[in-house]
Nanobody, 120 residues
Framework: QVQLVESGGGLVQAGGSLRLSCAAS????????MAWYRQAPGKEREFVAVIMWSHGSVYYTSYGDSVKGRFTISTDNAKNTVYLQMNFLKPEDTAIYSC??????????WGPGTQVTVSS
C-alpha cells in the first residue's frame, strides 16, 4: 500500500511562485514514475509533469505544454518526495494539483490533492 500526501498549495498573486511537495510512504521507490496532474473546476484533468527514475537515479522528465519553462519537477529519493516548483504563475494555473505514482507493477496511486489559487 502506498500513501501520497501533497502540500505547499495556497493563494498567490500572478507572477509569484509556489513549491508543491508530494511525500510517498508505504514502500521504498527504487523505480517509479511520479507525476503531477491538475484539475480546474469544470475542466478535465491535465498532465503537468512527470519524473521517471530507475535504480535511484532520474533518467527522464517531461512537462505539459502549458507549464514548460515555468514549472520544474524534481525529487528527493532519500525522502521519497517529489516536488513541483512553480514560477511565473498565472490565473489559469488555478487548480487542484495531485501527484501520482506509477509503479513497475502497473499499479497507480494518487494523492488527495492540494489547492493552488492564483489571483490576477
Amino acid at each position: 500500500q502506498v500513501q501520497l500526501v501533497e502540500s505547499g498549495g495556497g493563494l498567490v498573486q500572478a507572477g509569484g511562485s509556489l513549491r508543491l511537495s508530494c511525500a510517498a510512504s508505504g514502500r521504498t521507490f527504487w523505480s517509479a514514475d511520479m507525476a503531477w496532474y491538475r484539475q480546474a473546476p469544470g475542466k478535465e484533468r491535465e498532465f503537468v509533469a512527470v519524473i521517471m527514475w530507475s535504480h535511484g537515479s532520474v533518467y527522464y522528465t517531461s512537462y505539459g505544454d502549458s507549464v514548460k519553462g515555468r514549472f520544474t519537477i524534481s525529487t528527493d529519493n532519500a525522502k521519497n518526495t517529489v516536488y513541483l516548483q512553480m514560477n511565473f504563475l498565472k490565473p489559469e494555473d488555478t487548480a487542484i494539483y495531485s501527484c501520482k505514482v506509477h509503479l513497475p507493477s502497473g499499479d497507480d496511486y494518487w494523492g488527495p490533492g492540494t489547492q493552488v489559487t492564483v489571483s490576477s
